[in-house]
């Protein structure tokens, strides 16, 4: 599966951001996807994680309240909505998608190319 991040940009803390990854090739149904996010000169690290079939998600305890994670099967494509955002969500964010995994844990095999959120004081 391909997949192509997008949403991104620069946004006063307090504000919203919605991230978009459109996914392609097999069927996305089938496939748990997440996000993750890479703050400048760390780790990646987990944000939040959905099944193929929407029917569980799940969060760092560090967006849980202000992000809600989501997926349209039919449009191929996962969300992340961004609220109430604080300097320290500046990152880049991936998607990523696997089957059969343990939805919080970095190893999913198929990685958009990330997408630039930068959070100003």
């Known amino acids: 599966v391909h997949l192509q991040a997008s949403g991104g940009g620069l946004v006063q803390a307090g504000g919203s951001l919605r991230l978009s990854c459109k996914a392609s090739?097999?069927?996305?149904?089938?496939?748990?996807a997440a996000w993750f996010s890479q703050p400048p000169g760390k780790e990646r690290e987990f944000v939040a994680a959905i099944r193929g079939s929407g029917s569980n998600t799940y969060y760092a305890d560090s967006v849980k309240g202000r992000f809600t994670i989501s997926r349209d099967n039919s449009k191929n494509t996962l969300y992340l909505q961004m609220n109430n955002l604080k300097p320290e969500d500046t990152a880049v964010y991936f998607c990523?998608?696997?089957?059969?995994?343990?939805?919080?844990?970095?190893?999913?095999?198929?990685w958009g190319q990330g997408t630039e959120v930068t959070v100003s004081s």
């Open positions: 990523a998608a696997q089957t059969g995994i343990d939805p919080t844990r970095d190893a999913y095999g198929y």
């Open positions: 090739g097999h069927s996305f149904r089938a496939y748990t």
